[in-house]
């Protein structure tokens, strides 16, 4: 039994469709009968009298007509509709399995464009649920001491930068180092990070199983988001099944963009997406990004 964290069931579909010359999702049969029954009674009657009167004699004539008609008609229909249209669903990802089982490969040895199926730790990155957690005014309810105390150093290296520079230097450098160490200035750096990522990942999630990096849609996705951070506690190992990708870049150079500036028009997302991770440490040296078909417990 198979507890389904995403299913991208458009790529499985089309994935069997590929192999099997189209894919049965639905099938209904429908029987249907009907009866009419008409009937009609007609009636016309008629008549007429004449007389003539003459000397010594009297003459006359009476004519009576009567037409009854019946009429009733019996109208009997019937008509079957077979439609096939089998709907399989969560089934249909069995099925892919079995049949591309023999090309399956492992994270360590697949190339750009083939199966890849690993299992491992699963890490979930919500972003948009991390700025929202990330709200320092938020949480100035819940550390208030904190907060205060960071403020307090923050007007203090504002203050003495703008009266003197030079004289508070040794004071300067203490407050920005106890400032940057602080978890008050960690909540604020990844508050603004996240609000970054969640404007170029619109309504997605990065999930992280060993080596594979996914970026998974909310509308394929089984769990409400409000749940789905809670998986990260899980101690059981989750499945990927997906396409390989390009292999994350670890070491990222502005001065490569230099020669051909429009190039990042083109690698522009992903370059920033790749420094994200990195700087986050969700990334290593020779992760992957793979396209999900499935994320799962077995």
């Given at each position: ?7 991208d069931?458009k ?10 010359q189209?894919l049965?999702?639905?099938h209904?049969a429908?029987?249907s009968?009907s009866?009419a029954t ?8 008629s ?13 006359g ?5 009567e ?6 008609a019996l109208?009997?229909?019937s008509?079957n ?7 399989i669903?969560d ?5 892919l399995?079995?049949k591309i089982?023999d090309?399956?490969k492992?994270i360590?040895?697949?190339?750009e464009?083939e199966?890849?199926?690993e ?8 972003f948009?649920?991390l700025k ?5 005014s938020?949480?100035?309810t819940?550390v208030?001491?904190?907060?205060e105390?960071?403020?307090k150093l923050?007007n ?6 703008q009266?003197?520079k030079e004289?508070?230097a ?15 200035f ?7 990070m996240?609000q ?6 619109s ?8 080596s ?11 769990i409400?988001k409000?749940s ?17 990708a ?8 502005f ?14 997302p992903?370059?920033?997406i790749?420094?994200v991770?990195?700087s986050?440490d969700?990334t290593?040296?020779g992760?992957?990004?793979v396209r999900?078909?499935?994320i799962?417990?077995?």
């Open positions: 039994m198979k507890e389904i964290i995403y299913l069931t790529l499985v579909n089309s994935l069997l469709a590929q192999i099997d189209g049965i999702l639905k209904i429908e029987e009968n009866q008409h009937e009609e009674t007609s009636n016309q009657e008549y007429s009298a004449g007389g003539r009167l003459g000397a010594g004699l009297f003459s004539n009476v004519a009576n007509t037409i009854t008609a019946d009429k009733t109208v009997y229909s008509g509709r077979e439609l096939v249209e089998t709907a669903d089934f249909s990802l069995d099925l399995l079995d089982k090309d399956i492992t360590e040895n697949v190339t464009g199966i890849v199926e299992i491992n730790d699963l890490t979930i990155y919500d948009s649920m929202n957690t990330m709200d320092i938020a949480l100035e819940f208030p001491d904190e907060v105390a960071y403020k923050e203090e290296l504002k203050k003495i930068t009266v003197n004289k508070h040794s004071r300067i450098a203490e407050i920005k180092e106890i400032l940057e160490d602080s978890f008050i960690n909540v604020i750096r990844i508050n603004k996240s970054y990522v969640e404007s170029l990942l309504d997605c999630s990065i999930l992280k199983i060993g594979s990096l996914c970026i998974c849609e909310q509308q394929n996705t089984r409400p409000s789905l951070a809670l998986l990260n506690a899980s101690k059981r190992k989750a499945t990927i099944l997906g396409i390989a390009a292999e994350i870049e670890t070491d990222m150079e001065s490569n963009f230099d020669e051909s500036p429009n190039r990042i028009l083109s690698h522009g992903s370059m920033f790749n420094m991770t990195n986050f969700i290593k040296e992760d992957r990004f999900p078909i499935a799962y417990f077995e």
